[in-house]
């Protein structure tokens, strides 16, 4: 039987979320060429869990890579990046990836990251085994990053969140939602969320991103974001979450007004990149859920929630 990670809300904890005691789970030398490992995917896979990780070398070439737990806190990371052969496009071009998502759709588990091509855009494939990969074209021009897929299809289109961006680090994003009848050809694409008022709510005055692959709860689908404010230090990455209508992914319900997680701990706090909660994947089990979090740019950590509190906390505390 599977082995679901997880820790109870520590004693005298009164937050809605709390960091696994075993944090970072995954630090940035984990393999024997890494300069660090973070904003990773994780999703249930036979009597354990796989992984796609970003991990970035000692030359701080950035590429994603397949990882292997029983119990998704202790893993077996690959120590070459993952090679993709061609899926519906013989164009497999990619000068770098970074920041993968991983959800399973019909027959298969797609994959999707920021690609280099001429610039940061999203990047497609799949695997059904976790040992052969195939590209697929790009689903949009550069500029874009944050490409996260629904689990299930909507009138029989794939839908696909986004953040349309810059060449460099982005002082401005929306999440955009966009559709494709074939995950080759993409439209249709609709505003699903803006930044939220400085005098609002701070935390997501800048930036925000799609994070975890959304899952289907009571209440609608349920998706962890991160929130950017450009501070005096620099970009500060928080988290937050969204409720979107079960039948219109369109349709946000609700949205945190404060924020769910923000760098507070040594790890969080300091980095290749100081100050960032980047959450990237969430698993459930029963009203348990467990996110996992790229940690200062620099380690992989997890979170633990339940899933009902979470809820009500978003409906009691929106925008």
Sequence with gaps: MKTFPWEERPAGCTDVMWRSSKNPVIGRYHTKNSNSIFNSAVVPF???????????NKAVQMNIFVGFSKDGENWDIADEPIHFEPGNTPMIESEYKYDPRVTWIDDRYWITWCNGYNGPTIGIGYTFDFKTFHQCENAFLPF??????????????????????????????????????????????RCLMKVAPFTDSAWQCTKIGAGSVPFLTDEGWLMFYHGVIN??????????????DKENPEKVLYRTKPYLLAPA?????????????????????????????????????????????ILEFVKNNSL
């Design 46 to 56: 036979g009597d354990g869990y796989a992984g796609v990780f970003r991990c970035d």
């Design 265 to 309: 701990t040594d790890y969080e706090l300091t980095g290749d990149v100081p100050c960032v909660v980047f959450p990237c994947a969430a698993i459930t089990e029963g009203d348990k859920v467990a996110v996992y979090y790229g940690a200062a740019d620099t380690c992989v950590c997890m979170a633990f929630g339940r899933i009902s509190e």
């Design 144 to 189: 874009n990053r944050n490409g996260v897929l629904f689990p299930q299809k909507f009138n029989g289109r794939f839908a696909m969140m986004s953040r349309p961006s810059d060449n460099g680090h982005t002082p401005f994003g929306d999440i955009f939602l966009s559709y494709s009848p074939d995950m080759k050809y993409w439209g249709e694409h």
């Design 231 to 244: 501070t005096c230090r620099g970009y500060r990455y928080s988290m937050g979450a969204a409720i979107l």
